[in-house]
């Protein structure tokens, strides 16, 4: 089965040049320029991308699909948020792997994967969520490794949860540097805003922005500052995820600075939303908008500071978080952000974002000037790949790379709203937003998925990535 892609302009992290792409099964096999090689005849489909962009299907490399959490379980599941994935142009996801204290890292990672396999739309790695570090489970890091999961996260947030004390934080980076994986990090003070929290409860203040006033900037930025310096002590690559404070920001910069192998990763939301608009929404409708790190006030700069940051490459992903939870009843789920209805700490933490992310970033950085395209593909899709161990079969369109590509129309101007949108909740984030850009036609290792408003994958098209780990400092 061969398909040639004619007429288009092929941007990768590097280049935007007019090309035709060949693909040969589940491979690209040829790039050159239009019309030069005689593909045509010879291709069982010709799709004609003239006038659009060809770009690589991109990476999420956070989500959390079905995650347990507060009380209730993320409303989508592998099957629901991999196929909104994909009609946001997303051909890859990175999900989180879960253990609970008192289980082992394998029995984690073997309920993620059965969750996972046969359901998933797109492909799909695991990162493993450290949630119980003893000196038995640290020994199964190896296992893990050897199952192609290659970065572990560690919370210095949710004490009681999943919460790491800066001892056993400080193992799991020894364990990490010995055998050459990734350590991914919740940055906030989890013990310092129990307290706030608690306050807060206690005076009555309830209200969904309370989250956010007790989760203040500056939590994030020590625990940002306490993560770099415990893994600078070990020799530990970190990833710092979903950065939303002018405080992380500066502490990772100045690491980057120093020479240290130190990632940033921010979200879509922290860019787009803010904690005057959304969080501190009237009555409940702040909690569509909880989660950690919280939204942060746009006048505290923390949202220019994080464009540039990208511009700068001080951050070097956009991944979603996407962990959503229903306003109202979900249909089999039941109550999930009303659980917090007079009191924010039950408010289960997140919100959905996988169908949005490739989009929003063309829109907010290509389409309003802040960066080029080979930037947005550089945040989106290789350096992801890069930094996870995916690359350069993800992340990139180049001869030999899978045939994940996505036909992106750059001129298309639509509204953003929970109406059209494939994801299982019943809320949009950017509800009403008049946006630039949109993914047209989706191919996974060279079948088309997605074309125009029709979905032609199947159930279970994904395949499990076991990744290496991340190649020498991208
Ligand atoms: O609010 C969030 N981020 N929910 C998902 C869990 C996490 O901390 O990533
Ligand atoms: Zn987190
Ligand atoms: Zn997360």
């Not at 990175?94 to 993620?112: I, L, T």
């Not at 879509?268 to 009555?283: I, V």
Request: hydrophobic share 40%; with cysteine.
């Amino acid at each position: 089965m061969s398909t040639l892609i004619k007429g288009g302009t092929v941007i990768t992290a590097i280049d935007t040049t007019d090309a035709d792409v060949h693909v040969e099964g589940s491979i690209v096999t040829g790039i050159a320029a239009p019309g030069s090689h005689d593909w045509e005849a010879a291709a069982d489909t010709v799709i004609d991308a003239t006038g659009k962009y060809v770009v690589p299907g991109s990476l999420d490399v956070h989500t959390h699909m079905e995650l347990p959490f507060g009380g209730t379980v993320a409303s989508d599941n592998f099957e629901s948020g991999s196929r909104a994935a994909a009609w946001g142009g997303t051909t890859t996801m990175v999900d989180f792997a879960v253990q609970v204290k008192g289980e082992s890292m394998m029995e984690g990672f073997e309920n993620w994967m059965a969750k996972a396999s046969g359901n998933c739309a797109i492909d799909y790695g695991f990162h493993m969520i450290a949630g119980d570090i003893n000196q038995d489970t640290l020994a199964e890091m190896d296992k893990l490794m050897e199952a192609g999961v290659t970065s572990f996260k560690l919370f210095m947030a949710y004490p009681g949860v999943l919460y790491s004390d800066d001892g056993e934080i400080l193992r799991a980076m020894q364990k990490a540097a010995d055998i050459g994986a990734m350590i991914m990090m919740h940055a906030e003070n989890g013990i310092a805003i129990d307290v706030l929290r608690e306050q807060a409860i206690e005076r009555g203040e309830t209200d969904p922005v309370y989250h956010g006033l007790t989760r203040p900037s500056i939590t994030e930025g020590e625990a940002t500052h306490r993560a770099i310096a415990l893994a600078e002590l070990v020799g530990v690559p970190l990833y710092i995820v979903h950065m939303s404070a002018k405080e992380a920001l500066a502490e990772v910069t100045m690491a980057r600075d120093r020479g240290l192998p130190v990632y940033g990763e921010t979200c879509p939301q922290y860019l787009f939303l803010s904690a005057e608009e959304h969080l501190a929404a009237p009555g409940f409708e702040g909690a569509k908008y909880v989660c950690s790190t919280p939204i942060r006030p746009r006048a505290e700069g923390h949202q220019d500071a994080l464009w540039n940051g990208l511009i700068t490459n001080d951050l070097q992903v956009v991944s979603t978080d996407h962990c959503p939870f229903c306003m109202e009843d979900h249909p089999t789920l039941g109550t999930q952000k009303q659980l917090g209805v007079g009191d924010f700490t039950k408010i289960p933490n997140g919100l959905p974002g996988v169908e949005d992310r490739f989009q929003l970033m063309y829109h907010g950085g290509v389409a309003q000037g802040r960066f080029n395209v080979n930037r947005w593909i550089e945040v989106c899709c290789t350096a992801p790949a890069k930094l996870f161990g995916l690359y350069p079969k993800k992340g990139t369109i180049a001869v030999g790379s899978d045939a994940d590509i996505v036909i992106f129309d750059p001129d298309a101007r639509w509204t953003k709203s929970v109406d059209e949108h494939h994801m299982d909740v019943d809320y949009s984030c950017y509800e009403g937003m008049e946006v630039q850009g949109r993914v047209e036609t989706v191919m996974l290792r060279g079948d088309v998925i997605i074309d125009g408003d029709e979905y032609l994958g199947t159930k279970g098209d994904g395949r499990y990535l076991p990744r290496a780990a991340a190649g020498p400092r991208p």
